[in-house]
């Protein structure tokens, strides 16, 4: 018969291990780590410094470094790490992992987390997680190759591309000094999806270490429930530096959109679109921000906001996007601006389709473009049901400060 002392010291090991134990049960297996290396612990074959699993963004500039680094992980030997130096080129640069998923995912909610620290930042480190149909990037990795060359191998042009975005969430954060902290974004993964990508980086000078990343599957949280009056949108004035907004910038030299205390409609601050004529390929330029759209479904919506111009060539507007399972649909344009122009409001009405995913509250120009363009006290608003009628989706006249 076993001893006392073998009782004692069975029961001594079982109570070490229940924190581990209750830790892990509540998820079951869609709470385990569904990430590839997520501590950044084993390297590339055949590479002096890149971990396996993961991806670096490709700007071709000089001024950003990335490297793996074992001076001070956050557990075990090793981070990675992103240096940057310049903001000439208005990138986002970052480290990513891309997971392949099926109808497991459907009707669940995606949760990424990771460990970041902040080292000299001046600009805004992020995290985020997108949830895509993508079928390139789905042949990419089954054939092992990039993304660009799984889409030459399916005869894809580059306009062509099929991916849809169904999923999309970011944290961005400015402190410039940090040490290790644990940053979580969420996002609802629709019918569909077959693609999750997470990611980790800077827009800014400055460095941001990475460790400890974690991708679990669990329960879907009910969808958003929006009041039915009032703004929808988080700092709409712009007085928290726009850290809740989507800055939207094409990439072209010099061209950056920045808070800016000295012109202000409210409050102290807005955003500035500034140095933006460096571009040939015409794109949009602007902030946004993304709503999960399901509970919008249905609504009666109307975007606006406040645009001051200086010599600005080439035209302002809101505007509203919205992803759906079939594809980007949009707003019209509503009234646009030019030229120079004190302190003008202007917005546009629109229906939410009834397959919406994300809504994106668009403020913006159509870029390359010349002058400046401040904005200020944006707004997204539930007017009531969709009217079906095009001719409530016009905008509200302009009227000035």
């Given at each position: 018969m076993p001893s006392s002392k073998w009782f004692r010291a069975l029961a001594a090991l079982v109570l070490m291990l229940l924190p581990a134990l209750a830790f892990a049960a509540p998820g079951g297996a869609d709470a385990k780590n569904l990430l590839l290396n997520p501590g950044f612990e084993r390297g590339l074959a055949g590479h002096e410094w890149m971990p396996a699993n993961w991806d670096t963004s490709d700007a071709g500039i000089s001024t950003v470094f990335f490297g793996r680094d074992s001076l001070a992980a956050h557990s075990g030997r090793y981070a990675v790490t992103i240096a940057n130096t310049s903001t000439v080129w208005p990138f986002a640069h970052n480290w990513r992992q891309v997971l392949i998923v099926g109808r497991e995912a459907w009707g669940k909610d995606a949760v990424f987390s990771i460990w970041t620290r902040d080292i000299g930042v001046s600009g805004r480190a992020y995290v985020m997680i997108q949830a895509y149909r993508d079928t390139v990037s789905r042949m990419a990795v089954i054939w092992g190759v990039d993304r660009d060359e799984a889409r030459q191998r399916m005869m894809i042009n580059a306009i062509d591309d099929p991916i849809q975005n169904l999923g999309w969430k970011r944290l961005a954060f400015d402190d410039p000094e940090t040490g290790w902290v644990r940053r979580e974004v969420r996002v609802h993964v629709p019918d569909g999806v077959n693609a999750i990508y997470v990611r980790a980086g800077l827009v800014g000078t400055g460095q941001v270490m990475l460790d400890d990343a974690s991708l679990t599957l669990v329960p879907a949280a009910p969808a958003r429930q929006y009041a039915a009056s009032g703004n929808l949108l988080t700092d709409p004035g712009f007085e928290n530096g726009a850290l809740d907004w989507e800055i939207v910038v094409p990439p072209y030299e010099g061209a950056h959109i920045d808070a800016d205390t000295t012109e202000h409609h409210t409050g102290h601050a807005s955003v500035l679109l500034a140095d933006m004529s460096q571009g040939f390929t015409p794109s949009r330029m602007g902030v946004a921000q993304v709503l999960d759209a399901r509970s919008l479904r249905g609504k009666h919506v109307r975007m606006s906001g406040w645009f001051k111009g200086d010599s600005l060539i080439t035209t302002a507007l809101?505007?509203?996007?919205?992803?759906?399972?079939?594809?980007?649909?949009?707003?019209?344009?509503?009234?646009?601006?030019?030229?120079?122009?004190?302190?003008?409001?202007?917005?546009?009405?629109?229906?939410?389709?009834?397959d919406a995913v994300n809504l994106w509250a668009y403020l913006m120009i159509n870029a390359p473009a010349s002058g400046r363009l401040w904005l200020d006290d944006a707004s997204l608003e539930v007017l009531g049901p969709a009217t079906g009628d095009a001719q409530a989706a016009r905008p509200t006249p302009s009227k000035h400060h």
């Open positions: 809101a505007k509203i996007l919205v992803d759906t399972p079939h594809g980007l649909k949009q707003s019209p344009a509503g009234e646009l601006l030019s030229g120079s122009f004190d302190w003008t409001y202007n917005s546009i009405e629109y229906d939410v389709p009834a």
